[in-house]
């Protein structure tokens, strides 16, 4: 599994469980609206073997809105996506 935490300013932290396999690379993780628009990709740095940290920014580095987005993670030969609450 791998755990994404969110480390908002003006949000609560949470950490949220997403099942993923064990050894598989994660490649990407991408930050969406509910409504499927991309609101940020997360660079590197953010990104570790299974810990994704996202600071509640967009890709302009403006914080985001309260409300729900679509975490998705790509690795090599799977994916996996959760909802997350923000707020």
Do not use: C, M
């Not at 990407?28 to 570790?48: C, D, Q, W």
């Not at 890709?59 to 729900?68: A, Q």
């Amino acid at each position: 599994a791998i755990h994404i935490h969110t480390i908002a300013g003006k949000f609560d932290s949470q950490a949220v469980r997403v099942p993923f396999p064990a050894g598989e690379p994660i490649q990407s993780v991408a930050i969406y609206t509910v409504n499927g628009k991309l609101v940020r990709t997360l660079p590197r740095n953010h990104i570790g073997d299974r810990a994704v940290n996202w600071d509640g920014r967009d890709k302009y580095g403006s914080e985001v809105r309260s409300g729900f987005y679509l975490v998705k993670i790509n690795g090599k030969r799977h994916s996996a996506s959760v909802r997350l609450a923000l707020g």
